[in-house]
């Protein structure tokens, strides 16, 4: 049994539970994942920063942590729920405990308490924010502190989640719980990636069709890679917070846009371009976040089962005459793929390298590859 933890949601409601993982308080927006398995890669998704997670599978840290199975170089999330922590893992490549890897990175869980009220409450009343605790049982005092954190809403976390410095793509070699490999990759098509909190089986994507890699920091002047790299193409990362908030980015686009570049986009790189070409965004009610979330190709009527982490979604209806909608999401009818009519320039808002989540969409990657050819 783990210490009592209190969850509280700024509208007052609070649950009970009991504490895994570290220890303290933590803040962030609440929302709910629906994927049924994936959790290594959903905690260190970058998209998911300053986000408290909560998981609507009942049972998580069963298959315990590996090497393989995350998305990059440690845990985003800022908190996570469960109904069920599994105190004992089992599968053959696993090295650690969900609660040690967490203890590892500070950051708190919490379970116990009924995941699908919270959920129902989510869904009724719309993500927000939250704090979870070990330290402070006050529910006003909580209520107070919840209430000063900072929102979702214009906040740009980009910054908090890109690289430093410009690197190349390598393979992994050893067993550390590393994303990033380590051999340099070579290929017929020079890529370069806008690092706004990119996942790690992305990159593996465009090295496996023959793509060399190199990542850049968020706010990196678009002419500043094309001298330095001379890249056959641009490709938009994901990314946590408010797109809208993240200007440098939008103004980078619109430069490679004038270019004509071929450029690919995926989940915050995805409503970027929307910016970039002129429309804008709004902020979902409670998002969309899981494996199973079905989308329509509308050139082609098919319809695919696509993983999806995203709060903030493109308005259509802002958009300019030269640009057409490619995908809508059939749960909602909300925007789900961009492409410019005349431009070698197209973007997704869902996750098509799955990382959890099923493989309907990986073609993309290879359209990318297609444009970048002709």
Do not use: W
């Amino acid at each position: 049994m783990g210490n009592v933890a209190l969850l509280l949601l700024e509208d007052g409601t609070f649950f009970k539970g009991q504490s895994f993982g570290a220890l303290g308080e933590t803040f962030g927006e609440v929302v709910f994942n629906t994927s049924m398995c994936g959790y290594q890669e959903i905690l260190t998704d970058p998209s998911y920063k300053y986000q408290i997670v909560t998981m609507t599978y009942p049972m998580i840290g069963n298959y315990g942590i590996n090497p393989e199975d995350i998305e990059s170089d440690k845990v985003q999330v800022s908190g996570f729920v469960v109904k069920e922590y599994s105190k004992t893992y089992s599968n053959y490549r696993a090295q650690r405990s969900l609660d040690h890897y967490l203890k590892q990175y500070n950051i708190m869980g919490i379970e116990g308490l009924d995941t699908r009220a919270l959920t129902i409450h989510l869904r009724d009343k719309g993500s927000m924010r939250g704090i979870l605790s070990t330290q402070d049982s006050d529910i006003n005092s909580l209520r107070r502190k919840v209430l000063e954190s900072r929102e979702m809403t214009g906040a740009d976390l980009v910054k908090e989640v890109t690289v430093t410095e410009p690197y190349a793509y390598v393979q992994k070699t050893d067993e550390s719980l590393l994303a990033y490999p380590q051999i340099k990759s070579k290929g017929n098509f020079r890529v370069a990636v806008y690092d706004y909190g990119v996942k790690s089986n992305i990159l593996r994507k465009l090295n496996d069709r023959n793509c060399e890699l190199k990542i850049y920091p968020a706010n990196t002047p678009y002419k500043d890679i094309i001298s330095d790299f001379k890249p056959d193409g641009f490709f938009l990362s994901n990314g946590p917070g408010d797109p809208a908030a993240v200007s440098y980015a939008i103004e980078n686009i619109q430069g490679i846009l004038d270019l004509n570049i071929p450029t690919f986009g995926i989940c915050l790189g995805h409503q970027l371009l929307g910016l970039a070409f002129g429309g804008k965004t709004y902020k979902l009610k409670f998002g969309h976040r899981g494996g199973n979330q079905p989308v329509k190709n509308i050139s082609t009527d098919k319809v695919e089962i696509t993983s999806q982490n995203h709060g903030f979604c493109v308005d259509d209806k802002s958009l300019p005459e030269d640009v057409q909608v490619t995908h809508i999401n059939l749960n909602d009818n909300t925007t789900e793929g961009l492409r410019h009519r005349t431009k070698p320039v197209f973007s997704v808002q869902y996750h098509p390298e799955s990382s959890p989540g099923p493989h309907d969409s990986d073609y993309l990657f290879d359209e990318f590859i297609e444009i970048m050819n002709k």
